[in-house]
């Protein structure tokens, strides 16, 4: 039997206050994530249950119970506290895929404060716009990352400490390091957690949008409501799943699912902390006779171009139920899926700013390959009209995906830009800024995004971030960023340069520029290709025309360029 049980029954007078009654959470009092997915697992029984199976680069594992969250977390937080960090205090975990990020992310929680993970793979501008938005007073992270943090701490007042948590000792600490090791920390056995309500924030997760400024997406405690249901409805997670979630917690999924709706469930969870490959994520599987497997269809198309022959070397029978998210999960993967593994994955939409997940293919009911699923219970789901912004009833017209607010999880704001959220609504609809049609049966059919945001690989990529950069060096005059279709990550980053005349195209002047990108932004915002060109297509008045560029690298009709030419009016 599924957690959801019926799909059709659960939509029928659904209401929020199932998750807040089994959580034990009212109204009004206390909600704290981190107590949630640590103490209170404790205080039910599950002290001694594992809550975290870690594996890393060559192989190295550690495994830690809900009662060592409890304590890992207790002294995190309680260190945090002695350095000065208050409630609503943003403190940046800048870690790989370590056990301290998950423990971190649990304490920081506990005390009150904000946790904003960032992906270890930024590079210092990512990283600075993103400390500078938020006005981040802590930054927990690792030697190797030190020296990113040490190049922009200058312009960064408000940065006062920078915690380093596998310090060795070996060369001297700088200006506002500080080492912490919870391998020498003395245990702190009780901490007085913060008494956070359903609106105080929690987490702040950064996404790319359709300008050069990611923005921050500010999460509230009372998102857990959601997190926790929609993580045992649709994961279908139960008390003796092996559980792995294979996004990084620098996103969403990988807190939403990766952290807060697994723990706050008691459920025990597996990381890999190593590079990709099919054989090392099925022997991951294995060994730990994975049940529950939440994923992303770049890399499920990355497993299928393995070959068959990969996944008959292993012993995967354990695996019960699979789901996907990040991008659109064609149904050539859900059909391989299901052939390979015995078991489809289903398809779940949703974005930072939703919290959890919006659109899902639930475990029993009937999968469409290709479709995204069906609304969750208690989400108000439509596709609006363009340019009226009214629902469209006809079935099969696509249409903007839009959602009625009031959801748990959903965003309370973009940190410091409170006018781009209120961007986001009309007529009460949230915006997502995706597209859809919707069929006879209510499923929902991704089309595309309605802006110049890439996708790649399950990651949004600004093109006008990417832009910015590209003109930071010197061998750049202009550049127009678009997405290029690609097999396995659906679409990469192409840049069309045009450089500056005391510069010659060719020799390695194209991987220079490249790794540029790589080091300021991030190995995802790269250019994977670069094209030069004399001059870029513009406007009347001198907008890029970035539309033509796309429409020419995906070979579809330019259209009517007088029409582009007006969209900049
Ligand atoms: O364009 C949609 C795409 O990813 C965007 C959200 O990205 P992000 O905020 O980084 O969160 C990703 C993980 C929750 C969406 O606006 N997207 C997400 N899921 C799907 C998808 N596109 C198609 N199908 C999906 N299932």
Known sequence: MFNIGSYDERIKDFNWSISEQELGYKPGSVINIGWYCSDRLCEMGGADKPALIWEGFGGKEKQYTFNDVRLASNTIGTFLRELGIRDEDRVCIFLDRNPELYLSFVGILKIGAIAQ?????????????????????????????????????????????????????????????????????????????????????????????????????????????????TAKWVLDLKEDDIYWCTADPGWVTGTSYGIIGPWSMGITQCVLDSGFSAEAWYRFIEKNRVTVWYSAPTAIRSLMKAGDEVVAQFDLSSLRHLASVG????????????????????????????????????????????????????????????????????????????????????????????????????????????????????????????????????????????????????????????????????????????????????????????????????????PQEIEYVDSLPKTRSGKIMRRLLHAQEWGEEIGDISTLEDDDA
Do not use: C
């Open 327 to 526: 991008e659109p999960l064609n149904s050539e993967a859900v059909i391989w899926s299901e052939k390979v593994f015995g078991k489809a994955f289903l398809d779940t939409y949703w974005q930072t700013e939703t919290g959890s997940m919006m659109i899902s293919n639930y475990p029993g009911m009937r999968i469409k390959p290709g479709s995204m699923g069906k609304p969750f219970p208690g989400i108000t789901a439509a596709v609006l009209d363009p340019n009226t912004h009214e629902p469209i009833t006809e079935t099969g017209r696509i249409g903007l995906i839009a959602f009625k607010p009031g959801w748990p999880a959903m965003m309370r704001t973009y940190w410091n830009n409170e006018a781009t959220y209120q961007s986001k609504f009309v007529n009460d609809w949230y915006l997502s800024g995706d597209r859809a049609s919707i069929d006879p049966e209510g499923y929902f059919w991704f089309t595309g995004r309605d802006d110049d945001v890439i996708n790649t690989g399950g990651h949004l990529v600004s093109p006008f971030e990417v832009e910015s950069a590209l003109l930071e060096h010197e061998a750049v005059a202009e550049s127009a960023v678009v997405a290029k279709p690609d097999e396995v990550n659906m679409e990469v980053v192409k840049a069309f340069v045009v450089i500056n005349p005391e510069f010659e195209a060719g020799g390695d002047l194209e991987l220079k520029i490249m790794n540029f990108i790589r080091k300021r932004l991030s190995p995802l915002a790269m």
């Open 117 to 229: 993970p960032l992906f270890s793979a930024f590079g210092d501008e990512s990283l600075h716009v993103r400390l500078e938005n938020a006005e981040t007073k802590a930054i927990i992270t690792q030697k190797k990352h030190v020296s990113k943090v040490r190049k922009i701490r200058d312009s960064l007042p408000h940065l006062e400490h920078i915690i380093v948590v596998d310090y060795d000792g070996k060369r001297p600490l700088q200006e506002r390091e500080v080492a912490f090791s919870l391998e020498t920390a003395t245990p702190v056995e009780s901490l007085e957690i913060f008494p956070t309500h359903a609106e105080s924030p929690s987490v702040l997760h950064y996404t790319s949008g359709t300008t050069g400024q990611p923005k921050g997406v500010k999460h509230v405690h009372y998102s857990l409501i959601s997190q926790y249901l």
